[in-house]
């Protein structure tokens, strides 16, 4: 039985629930709170991130992107056609590519500062940098979510299964940003028309906009 | 011929110069500054980050771990012992943790920062967000730099190769912490010295004081 480590609003979580999904892989769920540093947890993945996968025998898999090649790994030959890690190799090349855009950029520039700033902060002690959200952090990651949805809908327009002729974790990984899902409560109708505009502009490379993450110290 | 787009002081495009080392593949170099946002460059890897490696026949292949990936799978069978990519399913989970430790935590927390306060900075024109280093940020990521070297400190001392029981990926992407590089700069004497301490604790999970990337609007 595989067990998975995740938090209902972490949307790397939520990629790997998809994807165990497609797959058809029955998982046990344990709920996360990273913020509560959890000794056990923190053993698993010393980044204490979520999600991660625990199977007997084996060390504990951390990470969306880590997860993805394991399930394909111990999963994939025998699920043929339906595996979602293709087997030509420019096909993998543009589904870890949008894997990476989605669960790495698109994160750090929309989905983290939001899922953040409206959920977590809500649930976290004060203690842990819980608190009102940071309405500066929430305006740069909407202002970044005009120019991500005007890409994904360049994607939408341009490709049936945004990679490769068929399902993919290319797929399973842009789904979500596509549906009305919690960090979606940061725009407002503006946001969304402004999103339907052209974007070819934009995918031929004009994406500039993009607020670069700054670090400040930790305030925990 | 292999191309590579990178730039001497991107902590990635060092990481695939390594590799590239260790398996012994020859290649073109191309410097590219990021912030220029070359059209070519752009179309090759729309997200605008090096490194991004081109051969003939074969889509762009960017970001340091679908290169890993890529690199891997079109030389390493031949390879045999050589791979940097272990066969065996657990020590391949370990090596991709440890690429994704120093390529995305490391690098967002670390060598990120401190790269482009102290190095690019100096290269952008003021309109690309170019100028004086933003104390701020290294004080921050100098900060975080302690407990990053503890933890590579405590890998070094239980293992031999970091990760399995030779050469691989997870040995290359750390091996740049270790060495004097430009990014070090950011350090002194004090910093190397608490990096020395024990980190038995720290790497039983007490990691707790990385700085938290907190986003801003793009200034360009």
């Known amino acids: 039985m595989l067990t998975l480590f995740h938090h209902p609003f ?3 979580s939520r990629f790997v629930r998809l994807a ?15 913020w509560e540093r959890r000794q056990e947890f923190l053993i698993l993945n010393p980044a204490c991130t979520t999600p991660v996968v625990v199977e007997e025998g ?17 999963r994939g030959i025998e699920l043929g056609e339906l595996r ?3 087997r030509e190799i420019g096909t993998r090349v543009e589904v870890r590519r949008l894997m990476s855009w989605f669960n790495d950029k698109f994160f ?10 409206r959920l977590y ?28 949805l005007a890409y994904i809908g360049w994607l939408v327009r341009t490709r049936d299964w945004l990679a490769g ?24 109708g503006n946001d969304r028309r402004a999103a339907r505009e052209p974007a070819r502009a934009l995918a031929a490379g004009t994406l500039r906009h993009h607020a670069r993450p700054q670090l400040r110290p930790w305030r925990g």
Chains 1, 2 share one sequence.
């Open 10 to 12: 972490c949307p790397h």
């Open 121 to 148: 902060k809500r649930q976290m002690p004060t203690s842990a940098g819980g608190g009102s959200p940071d309405t500066e952090v929430i305006r740069a990651a909407r202002h970044n979510m005009r120019y991500h």
């Open 165 to 188: 002729g068929r399902m993919s974790y290319g797929r399973t990984v842009a789904a979500f940003p596509c549906r009305r899902r919690p960090w979606r409560h940061g725009l407002d």
């Open 58 to 74: 084996r060390p504990a898999v951390p990470g969306a992107a880590v997860i993805a090649e394991y399930l394909d790994e111990t």
């Open 84 to 86: 979602l890690l293709p």
């Open 20 to 34: 165990l999904g497609e797959y058809g892989i029955a998982a046990r769920t344990v709920e996360e709170r990273v």
């Open 108 to 117: 750090a520039e929309v989905s983290g500062p939001l899922t953040t700033e």
